[in-house]
């Protein structure tokens, strides 16, 4: 691969609405170098003294080691890299997945991302972080593959989107910094993924797109200026890079035709310069598809390790080693790659946290291979470490509070549970045949659904379900319960739903990851609607039952036209991807143990069409373009932009009690004018030395090697030989970017200055306050939304800013305040490649919902 050198034309727009598609054809990436090196700004002086401290200690093949993976199924976790036994450094594993540890057992299975976001609760998503973390350090895991900003949820059919947390930025952003908190403060390196505009399955993965018969010759690009770059897709990772985020993964695809993993401009001058990320990027699994052009575009570990699964070779490894004795690659690069990753270790505390790895992700038996692939070293290899803590509480809550009420008619919830007939139908309400793990990766549909599929899952500890919640609620009393668990039997359901006094159906639709094709969907879903016969089954309980309540398991928007206005339908519930604990969650609202309080973190349309972005599902050329053309319009701003009536909103949701707002009121900080980040760096630090004599590097005698397992070290004494290795490919004479090897003082990126960008845009300019009042006799938990206009004509009506989740008793008041930051009142200005807080008027609204803003003011912004 070569590196892209024109310019980026896209950068260069002049911000309007609609990005034309001509400006996003065959877009390209500008070439940013050198790479920053680490600075140890914002709370990481101390873990980059560390970490130079050790890394200055380590030999050329040490530093080579920690930056490769040995390969993949080459040792426990699905990532491993070398270790460094002589200075007591572990075989640092990484490990999937986004809401719990995949691969292995006695572990609990959370609340999906997606579902989550739903709780708007920044103390959830923390506990909920550092419930994983717990869990990932008491198995031995040193990074956490997760969480989830990208996809970001640009196209509503996306197969991950509910691994992320929403197509909002800032609330994705909240929720991203919160759980990466709780994971890091647990001892464990999140890993902040997929970095960037990953926003689908089809075409992610050459070789994965021409398994399915695609005629693609390299990844999808996803083409996106500049201003959407910042305040959409951007807009979280800056967030997740001022938590501290250890790690970040980049991504499959091409962003502007560069490929995450090489590409220059992402990751060296957005991620590293820009935003003043510490820790260390490393690729998705086979997303490296060169190694010196990724090595000075920023990249700092490669995983699993191997050019391919099991090839035996690698980018890196061996070559990285030859690399540096070539001279290709400065000392100073290798150096920052292993200094980023050892200091993201120091930063959350492994070198006190650490438990050796006890766990296997290839097999679950108790004996076997330490290195799996290739059936070699037979040994104790899981130690059943039941890691779970009693978390099992806390995710019921955490399903139960992210449940979105949708429709409740004439108080038809709650329930009591002395309904004289309860009927339950749907497949969705039962426990799957051949068990909660039946399907490998959970590809496939059947019982009901509580994660989606891919790597973003994990095994059930056991997996509650609804009809086994309900029974038990309604036989506290004795009462009548039946249900029919075959979604199309209509007969018998209408027998049953005619006689129910209330009918609870549930229904569902998944999507995973594209490496599964479940029923037609490679990883994205093919529609919108319910699967299987989702909406004929309700309609046959509706035909016959008046009092019918339907709840939705389901990755993302539905559409629910066929249902939702019908008047036997007494209420929705959207329950999303709750977890082990989904029976018991949805009992707690249905029979009101739980006040529900969750909002929905996405629109539901009436049509895909709606949305006005979606899958490609059929490549448009051998390098299939995806032009972002809507710009930041994707969602609730998309809908507000062309003027549809969404069914259900953005922040839409109800509650079994009513809230009141009143006396919003705006107070002003003093606060001065922005300044842009100035000055230049330090040089780049050159942690000791090495022999270029390639004798040094061969691999050592009393050394037991073990097949295809990636190592640092050479084959031949001679450089070319060594890399040819196994004649596969010729030396290619590596084309060296202007810069990139350039380790003296560098130019400070304006916008940058610290993690998450220059510390002003988060100086808090404004603090909103607002009195909610429950009206009902019931306490309830009310979302309270602060959204902004920015005022300028190419903005969105509204953008969500702001928010709390309050808790308030019975005819009580309370009040709502929120601070608007710098960040939040500005848009990013591309001539000055800086933020800028524009002279359009700018007006705040609190409101329920996106579409229910109750309170309004104008907002001041003189002297900033
Ligand atoms: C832009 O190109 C895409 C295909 O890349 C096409 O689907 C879309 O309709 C085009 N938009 C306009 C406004 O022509
Ligand atoms: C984009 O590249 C393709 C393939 O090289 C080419 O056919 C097409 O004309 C290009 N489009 C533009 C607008 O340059
Ligand atoms: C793929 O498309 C290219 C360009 O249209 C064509 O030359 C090639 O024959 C196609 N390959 C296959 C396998 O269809
Ligand atoms: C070195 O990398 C090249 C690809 O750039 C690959 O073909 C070769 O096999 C690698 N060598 C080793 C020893 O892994
Ligand atoms: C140096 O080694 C790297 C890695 O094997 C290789 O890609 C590059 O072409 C070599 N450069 C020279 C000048 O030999
Ligand atoms: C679930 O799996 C069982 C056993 O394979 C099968 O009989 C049944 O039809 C499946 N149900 C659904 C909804 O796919
Ligand atoms: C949508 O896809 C799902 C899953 O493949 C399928 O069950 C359902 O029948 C499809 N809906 C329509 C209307 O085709
Ligand atoms: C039940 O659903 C089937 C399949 O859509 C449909 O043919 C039938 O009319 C429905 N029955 C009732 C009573 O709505
Ligand atoms: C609602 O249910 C009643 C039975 O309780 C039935 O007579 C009526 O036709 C149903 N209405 C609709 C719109 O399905
Ligand atoms: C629903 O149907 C029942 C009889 O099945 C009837 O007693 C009740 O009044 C109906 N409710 C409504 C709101 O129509
Ligand atoms: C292998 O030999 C080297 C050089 O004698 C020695 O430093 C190293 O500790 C030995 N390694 C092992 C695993 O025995």
Known sequence: ???????????????????????????????????????GSGGWAEAYRKAQDFVSQLTLVEKVNISTGVGWEGE???????????????????????????????????????????????????????????????KGVDVMLGPVVGPLGRMPAGGRNWEGFSPDPVLSGIAVAETIRGIQDTGVIACTKHFIANEQEHFRQGPEGRGYGYNITESLSSNLDDVTMHELYLWPFADAVRAGTGAIMCSYNQINNSYGCQNSYIQNYLLKGELGFQGFILSDWQAQHAGVSSTLAGLDM???????????????????????????????????????????????????????????????????????????????????????????????????RSTVLLKNVNGALPLTGKESFTAVFGNDAEDAPYGPNGCPNRGCRNGTLAMGWGSGTADFPYLVSPLTAIQNEVL??????????????????????????????????????????YDGNEGDRRNLTLWGGGDALIQNVTAVCNNTIVVMHTVGPVLVNSFYENPNVTA??????????????????????????????????????????????????????????????????????????????????????????????????????YTPTTGTTKAAPVLGNFSTDPSEYQFPENVTRVPLYIYPYLNSTDLEESYNHTDYGSPISDYIPEGATDGSPQPRVPAGGAPGGNPQLYDVLFTVTATITNNGTLTGEEIVQLYVSLGGPNDPRVVLRNFDRLSIGPGQSV????????????????????????????TVHVGSSSRNLLLEDTLDLGGY
């Open 815 to 842: 009040t709502f305040s929120a601070d608007l930051t710098r960040r939040d009142l500005s848009n990013w200005d591309t001539v000055s490649q800086n933020w800028v807080i524009t002279d359009y008027p700018k």
């Open 302 to 400: 490669t995983m699993p390790g191997d050019t391919s699964f099991n090839t035996g070779l690698s980018y890196w490894g061996t070559n990285l080693t030859i690399s540096m004795l070539n001279g290709t690659i400065p000392e100073w690069r290798l150096d920052d790659m292993v200094t980023r990753i050892m200091a993201a270790y120091y930063y959350v505390g492994r070198d006190t946290a650490h438990t050796p790895t006890n766990f296997n992700s290839w097999n679950k038996a108790t004996y076997g291979y330490q290195h799996p692939f290739v059936g070699f070293n037979y040994g104790l290899i899981n130690e059943h470490v039941d890691v779970r803590e009693g978390h099992g509480a806390r995710i019921r809550d955490a399903a139960a």
């Open 76 to 138: 426990a976790c699905v990532g491993n890299v070398g270790a460094v036994p002589r200075l007591g450094l572990h075989s640092l594993c990484l490990q999937d997945s986004p809401l719990g540890i995949r691969f292995a057992d006695r572990v609990s299975a959370f609340t999906a991302g997606g579902t989550v976001a739903a709780a708007w609760d920044r103390g959830l998503w923390y506990q909920r972080g550092y419930d994983m973390g717990t869990e990932f350090r008491m």
């Open 572 to 673: 929705i519930l959207w329950a999303g991807l709750p977890g082990e604990q989904s029976g018991n969650a949805i009992a707690d609202i249905l029979y009101g143990r739980v006040n529900p309080g969750g909002k929905l973190p996405f629109t539901i349309g009436s049509s895909r069409e709606d949305y006005q972005t979606d899958v490609m599902y059929e490549p448009n050329g051998l390098v299939p373009q995806q032009n972002f053309e809507e710009g930041v319009f994707i969602d609730y701003r998309a809908f507000d932009k062309a003027d549809i009536e969404p069914v259900f909103e953005f922040g839409f949701g109800l509650s079994y009690t009513t809230f009141s707002y009143s006396g919003l009121n705006v107070q002003k900080h003093q606060v001065g004018p």
């Open 1 to 39: 691969m070569k590196l892209r050198s024109a310019l980026f034309l896209a950068a260069t727009l002049v911000r309007s609405q609609v990005i034309s598609n001509e400006t996003l054809d065959n877009a390209t990436s500008p070439p940013k170098y050198p790479t920053p090196w680490i600075d």
């Open 476 to 517: 506290k009393n004795y009462g009548i319960i039946v249900s029919v668990t075959d979604d199309y039997a209509y007969g018998e359901i209408i027998a049953e739903a005619s006689q129910a006094s209330v009918a609870i159906v549930f229904v569902n639709a998944d999507s995973g990851e594209g490496f599964i094709n």
